[in-house]
């Protein structure tokens, strides 16, 4: 089993829907997560990031964290057309650990208007 | 604005040859990394450099080696190109290894015949 597990769709959505992106994950030791946006035929680019548990919002974005779980989730609202990429998640443990993040597959989100 | 640029978009090559992958960043980024980016598979790190001519093991160093000569400057070196080397490399940068931040370049596409 992969530390982070994530799907890699692809998610096909009308414009204007909510979408759920999510990944689990086996290390306890994870406490910085991140989700990271990368359009066809470009690097990954950090869309934002959280630490620990909680939500954070950034515009029509929405990251939460539920290490309970050990899942964590990326909400769009009002997903458009410019939404469609894949998006990975990474996490990885605090200082003093490995500092290198662990990613995700990514999932691969397509939005049609 | 960050900026990390690899040398080329594209490249195909040989079975047997010799590949330099080259990755420049202009932010004086402590840290780099080269990834390789495969379907279904995600990124994989392959070595990554927290200093000058220092280098460090990733997941995947197999046939791969590495050079960071100058601060800015960190290629990945195919000692004789392999036809399962056939991938998307990418290269990334941060501040410092533990940063949430890696700034990434658009990707090499290699293909080995």
């Known amino acids: 089993q992969k530390e982070v597990e994530q799907d890699p769709g692809p998610l096909s959505v009308p414009e204007g829907a909510i979408v759920s992106l999510n990944c689990t994950y086996s290390?306890?030791?994870?406490?910085?997560f991140m989700w990271y946006r990368q359009y066809s035929r470009k690097g990954p680019e950090l869309l934002m990031y959280t630490y620990s548990s909680g939500n954070k919002e950034d515009g029509r974005f929405t990251a939460q964290v539920d290490k309970s779980s050990k899942y964590i989730s990326l909400f769009i609202r009002d997903s458009q057309p410019s939404d469609s990429a894949t998006y990975l998640c990474?996490?990885?443990?605090?200082?003093?650990?490995?500092?290198?993040?662990?990613f995700g597959r990514g999932t691969s989100l397509i939005v049609h208007p | 604005d960050v900026k990390v640029t690899q040398s080329s978009r594209y490249l195909v090559k040989r079975t047997g040859e010799k590949v330099f992958l080259e990755c420049v960043q202009d932010?004086?980024?402590?840290?780099m990394f080269w990834y390789r980016q495969d379907p279904g598979l995600g990124l994989r790190l392959i070595y990554f450099s927290y200093d000058v001519k220092m280098k460090e093991k990733g997941d995947i160093p197999e046939g791969y080696s590495v050079s960071r000569e100058k601060k800015e400057r960190f290629s990945l070196i195919l000692e004789s190109a392999s036809t399962n080397q056939t991938s998307m490399y990418l290269c990334?940068?941060?501040?410092?290894?533990?940063?949430?931040?890696?700034?990434f370049g658009p990707g090499t596409r290699l293909t080995v015949l």
């Open positions: 990474a996490m990885r443990p605090p200082s003093g650990g490995s500092y290198i993040p662990t």
């Open positions: 990334a940068s941060s501040l410092w290894v533990g940063g949430n931040e890696q700034f």
């Open positions: 932010m004086d980024h402590e840290n």
């Open positions: 290390n306890s030791a994870f406490q910085y």
